[in-house]
């Protein structure tokens, strides 16, 4: 089955007067800031709902699915993470109007020329990577040649030996004399 591609560009407005949705697939590497951080290639799997609530606010809800492949900060080793990222957004006209906005939505200003659906699936991307991508289990980094920092101190100490120099300093000394 072939998956529709995404338009360009949507109006937020129309799109929840008609109850609209939006599927299809966005390819990693149409999104150039998550391409500074990211090295795999593939697409984003899209699935966005627009629509009315019961309390009056107009919201885009819906789910982003990826694979992304970052670089660990431990090992600099090759991290793979799968995303699914939740999306609630409250659109809105005014800065003001996002205090009224319930707490499940994350407000969308709306520009009057619409919105980039690259841009607003690339926001919600970048805003579901960790602040600090590590592998949460460290014999992944050991595997990359990672050595844990008080693991590397406790084997330099033992082979270590401070005063093995000056023991040969005083047996030339004794020599000498």
């Known amino acids: ?18 109850s609209g949705r939006l599927e299809g697939e966005l390819p990693l590497a149409a999104m150039s800031r998550l391409a500074e951080l990211n090295r795999a290639k593939g697409a984003v799997s899209v699935s966005l709902t627009a629509g009315v609530d019961e309390r009056g606010v107009r919201f885009i809800k819906g789910a982003l699915r990826t694979d992304v492949e970052l670089v660990c900060q431990r090992c600099l080793g090759p991290l793979r993470l799968p995303l699914d990222v939740t999306v609630g ?26 919105v980039a659906v690259a841009d607003l699936v690339e926001d919600e991307l970048l805003l579901a990577l960790p602040q ?3 592998h949460e289990d460290r014999r992944e980094c050991e595997a990359n040649g990672y050595v844990a920092p008080g693991a590397a101190a406790a084997r330099h100490i033992e082979r270590r030996q401070p005063f093995a120099g000056l ?11």
């Open 1 to 18: 089955m072939r998956i529709p591609p995404l338009p360009d560009m949507i109006n937020p407005w129309q799109m929840v007067a008609e």
């Open 89 to 114: 957004l409250g659109l809105i006209q005014a800065g003001a109007d996002a205090r009224h906005l319930p707490g499940e939505y994350e407000p969308l200003l709306v520009p009057e020329d619409g």
């Open 132 to 134: 600090i991508p590590r």
């Open 167 to 177: 023991a040969s300093l005083l047996r030339d000394s004794k020599r000498s004399n």
